[in-house]
């Protein structure tokens, strides 16, 4: 049952930080900056947030910006959600995409095996 509840937070957190993030002046957080996943602590005290930014040159500085505006969404955050705590946000890039397009890049770059014609059709040794 907990885990549910911290699931239901979890997307709760994601939804408002979405909107909230699209209000930002913050000129360092710039272009499309998604947030992927955000993964809250049991004890709610603290939310990982991962986000993915489309141009890999400017994560850096939309993390910066991100880090310095964590207390203005925090409170934010708190005015939203009705919970005991609201956590601390610490902001994470999400690598992951990129892992899943290297594997696929990967996996296109394979050539088939070719058939082994002893495993053909004739069975008729058994």
């Known amino acids: 049952m907990a885990s549910n509840r911290l699931g239901r ?7 408002e930080l979405a909107d909230l993030i699209r ?4 000129p360092r957080i710039r272009g499309m900056v998604s ?22 040159d400017d994560v850096k500085e939309v993390l910066k910006g991100l880090k310095s505006s964590g207390g ?8 939203a ?7 601390e946000l610490i902001f994470q890039e999400d690598d992951s995409i990129d892992k899943g397009a290297h594997i ?3 996996l296109n770059k394979l050539e088939p095996a070719p058939q082994d014609q ?3 059709g004739d069975h008729e040794s058994s």
């Open 72 to 79: 203005y969404l925090r409170r934010e955050l708190g005015h």
């Open 35 to 56: 947030i992927t996943a955000v993964h809250t602590t049991p004890d709610l005290r603290y939310a990982k947030v991962f986000i993915s930014v489309l141009n890999k």
């Open 104 to 106: 696929l890049k990967l």
């Open 23 to 26: 209000t930002l002046k913050d």
């Open 118 to 120: 002893e495993t053909g």
């Open 81 to 87: 959600l009705a919970l005991r705590y609201t956590p």
């Open 9 to 15: 937070i979890n997307e709760e957190i994601h939804r």
